[in-house]
Each structure stands twice: as C-alpha cells, then as structure tokens.
C-alpha cells in the first residue's frame, strides 16, 4: 500500500499548503493518538500517555506545535513541549522520560517556508512504513479540529530539556580535551544553536559561530550542511583545526577540514569504521550505508577487514538494517550519521566529536585522516519537477538509463529516484572513467527534460572525485 503523506522522512511540504497546516496537523496528531491507542506493544508496556514534542527554529513552528499537541489531546495524550531542539535530542528525551512518542516540528535542510513532521516510537527510532500506513488509515476516522476539539489544551513545558543532552554528548570526550582548539561551527541558524556551541565549549574549544541568529525565516538560508561555503572561508581565515556544518535541526553533519575542504558523509563514515576496524571495536565489523554512498567505501572498509551493507535511501532504512544487522554505525553520504551507541538516530553533534575522538587518538589532522577514502568519480544532479510521474512510464529516461549503465561497465552505476521530500528528481552516475562519468549524466538530464517539466534552479552537486549530494531519502528508484 503506497502512503499518501508520509515521505521517506516524515510529513514535509511548503508551510499553509495542501498537507502542512494547521488544520491537517491536528488531525495527523489525532490519528497518531489513534494508532497509538491500538498498538498491542503499547498496551504491554503500560499505556504510557506523555508525548514529547521539539521544534526547530522556523516561524511555523509554534502554530503546528500546538495543532498537533491539540490533536494528541483529543485522543487522550499528554502533550509536553521541549521547546527548540533538536531533533536527536528528541529521540533520545523518549528514552530517558519514558515518553510513549517522541514528535518533531521540523523540515531538516529544507528553507523556511517549509515545515514538516518527524515521529519516534518509544525507543526512539523513526516509525516503519507499516506504521505509516497504518497511521494514514487512522485519518480516515478523524472529525475535523471544529468537531473533535478539545475543551483547553494545557501544554506541560519541559524547560531544561536541553541540559541532560549536553551533560550527555560532552561526555564522549574527555573533561577538557579539547583546549587549544579552535573550532568553526555553523549551526544553520536552527535548532542547534544553543547546543551544538556549548558542548564544544564545555569541553574547552574556542568556537567560531556561523548561522547562530535565527530569526524564525532564516534557518539554512545561505548555511549549514547544505551551503558550506562560509565554513570553509570561515576555517581558512580563523586557522580552525577543523568546521562542522549541522543542518537545521541538527542530525546532519558535514565537515571541513584545516585546509577548508570539505568532508561528506561518506568520508565521515569510512573515518569512523576504518579507524573502528583497527582498534578491532567495530560492532560485527560491518557498516552500513544507503545505496547512494561511494562504491569506494566499501573498497576502504573490506581492505581494513571489514564489511558494507547497502539499504535504499533514507536515514531510518540504514537504522533498520543496523538493528536487524547487530551493527552500531551506519549512515549517508548525506551526513545523517548514526552512532548507535550513543543516539538511536541521526546526530550531526555526536558524529562530529567521534571524528574529534579519532582525530585525538591517532595526532592526524582531518586532512589525513580523510585519506583513507579514495572515491569512484561519482556526479549527482537534483532537477526540480512539475510532477512525479511513475519512473517506469519515462521512455526517454529508462533508455537512457540503460545506455549509461552499459557503457560505464562493471563498476559503473545509475541511480534515478524521486526525493521522498521534495518535488525533485535525483540523478546519479559513478563509474571508473569521469569522463563517461560527465557523459552520463548530461544523457540523464537530457533525457529527464524530454519526458518531465523541469523548472529553472534546479542544483548539481559535485564532489572531489565525488558527490555531495542532498539525499534526504527518495521514492524507490531505478538503478543499475
């Protein structure tokens, strides 16, 4: 059954539109309350009535924060705001409370006419498409707000949400460690701004703040993981031993390295798991990334005896596999990278001070470090469609994709998918060859402007020697 709301991350879309409002909110907080009350697992462990809900930085934020606790409400829940958070913070706040679910108002990179909603399960990790769909059912028998309304919403208000977090993620490194370090920290004007900074300061680094002033429309507007560009300046002209990109509500992390080039998930990842593999503390030494990642990640991880998982596109498909693998590191190329040890989903904070940590152990600075991962030319390039039409009934397309696959060869691959998020198309090429490489992808886009409406701005992305490319998570596509 193919869900009408849920993307691959959460309900998303622009802020007053057909989904994300406040009317449509309420009820999804109200079929959420339903499903819960239906859950055989959620009677088992006590009924648990007390929701948690976090919000990033953007003006619509308060307004959808209400709807969605009214709409908890009206199903017998206990809505509990935490204020502005982010959303690691979140998942890991159902744990420790004993929440029944955790909630976040957010729209992760997205700019700020957009917003959207991310739920947590009990055990903090993001909810399966079967829960969705079975969420979506629930809409089905919900009043609208006027009909179902609660009497008084009264909203409990954690206040020093934040303070446990802190006291928790500083902890990864040693009291201190971190003196003499000048950091640059862009913090995408969102949900990390009062926490992303003060755990590095806690722990002794002198921090140079980029995106730290949100004003409620400003959140990833020019920074955060998706426009590093004022890091990197940033790194070069501060001589910071390193920069952190966090996206808007903080479960992104790129970096940027003393010489302001910038690290992406893959390169962050195949850090931590090489490094993992030689101390010998790599759970089943085996890594797990999204079928987007570099082919040279796995070329990395088997030399230094370890093993990579591949999963569709989407954070929380890395996250399933990783429990039903027995794994404790997985992620995208993206940034979304997932220390299970440490946070049951995503944490830009967290993955950033792991490399601190092996920076630390191994007196490599990121420059070397990043060494490690030699990279297949890989090209990615987002267009912006009029609509989403099925993949399969693309002519133009599926010829072209067949081309491209068979003149790349046997480590060649393509890789066409919707953004679950986003009215985009994503394209991807990786092969031996750049050249064929570049070749491919422009027959991709020709081919794409033939058979879909392409509005003007849509963005490439290109890396050294590979890709930086957004993907928050997408519809199934084609890959060869």
């Not at 040279?296 to 370890?306: I, R, Y």
């Not at 792991?354 to 991962?373: F, H, N, Y």
């Amino acid at each position: 059954m193919k869900r009408r709301y849920f993307g691959t991350d959460g309900v998303r879309g622009l802020y007053n539109g057909p989904v994300i409002n406040t009317v449509f909110v309420q009820q999804l907080g109200t079929a959420v309350g339903r499903w819960l009350r239906l859950d055989k697992k959620w009677k088992e462990e006590g009924g648990k009535r007390v929701v948690l809900i976090g919000r990033d930085t953007r003006f619509s934020g308060p307004a959808l924060e209400m709807a969605v606790g009214t709409g908890l409400a009206c199903a017998g829940f206990s809505p509990v705001s935490l204020g502005i958070v982010p959303t690691p913070l979140v998942a890991r706040a159902v744990g420790t409370q004993g929440a029944a679910l955790g909630v976040v108002i957010t729209a992760s990179h997205n700019l700020a006419m957009d917003n959207g909603i991310k739920f947590f399960g009990p055990d903090g990790v993001k909810l399966t498409d079967e829960v969705e769909q079975q969420i979506e059912q629930q809409l089905e028998y919900v009043a609208t707000p006027a009909e179902n309304a609660a009497d008084e919403v009264l909203f409990t208000v954690l206040a020093d949400a934040a303070r446990e977090y802190i006291q928790a993620v500083a902890h990864l490194l040693p009291n201190l460690s971190l003196a003499g370090w000048r950091i640059a920290l862009d913090t995408a004007n969102g949900a990390t701004c009062v926490t992303g900074p003060t755990v590095l300061r806690d722990l002794g680094a002198a921090v140079t703040g980029i995106g730290d002033s949100p004003d409620g429309r400003n959140i990833n507007a020019g920074v955060g993981s998706e426009q590093p560009a004022q890091l990197c300046a940033t790194v070069r002209t501060t001589r910071a031993l390193l920069g952190i990109a966090l996206d808007g509500d903080g479960d992104r992390c790129l970096l940027c390295d003393e010489y302001g080039e910038m690290l992406d998930g893959d390169e962050i990842l195949t850090v931590l798991a090489v490094h993992a593999l030689r101390r010998g503390t790599l759970a089943k030494k085996t890594l797990i990334v999204s079928e987007q990642s570099n082919l040279g990640v796995d070329d990395a991880v088997k030399a230094a005896g370890g093993r990579v998982l591949r999963t569709p596109v989407g954070d929380r498909y890395v996250s399933e596999r990783m429990r039903a693998e027995g794994a404790m590191l997985g992620g995208e190329s993206s940034g979304h990278i997932i220390c299970a040890e440490v946070s049951p989903t995503g944490d830009g904070l967290v993955a950033a001070l792991k490399v601190i940590e092996v920076m630390r152990a191994t007196g490599q600075p990121l420059s070397e470090l990043r060494s490690v991962l030699r990279k297949l030319p890989q090209l990615a390039r987002a267009l912006r469609v009029k609509e989403k039409l099925p993949l399969e009934e693309l002519p133009t397309v599926q010829a072209a994709i067949r081309a491209v696959a068979a003149g790349l060869g046997v480590r060649g691959r393509v890789l066409v998918r919707y953004s679950g998020t986003e009215s985009k198309i994503r394209l991807l090429v990786e092969g031996e060859d750049a050249v064929q490489v570049q070749a491919g992808l422009d027959s991709l886009k020709a081919a794409v402007r033939t058979d879909l409406l392409v509005e003007s701005g849509s963005r490439a992305f290109a890396g050294d020697g590979g890709t930086r490319s957004p993907n928050e998570g997408g519809t199934r596509g084609t890959i060869f």
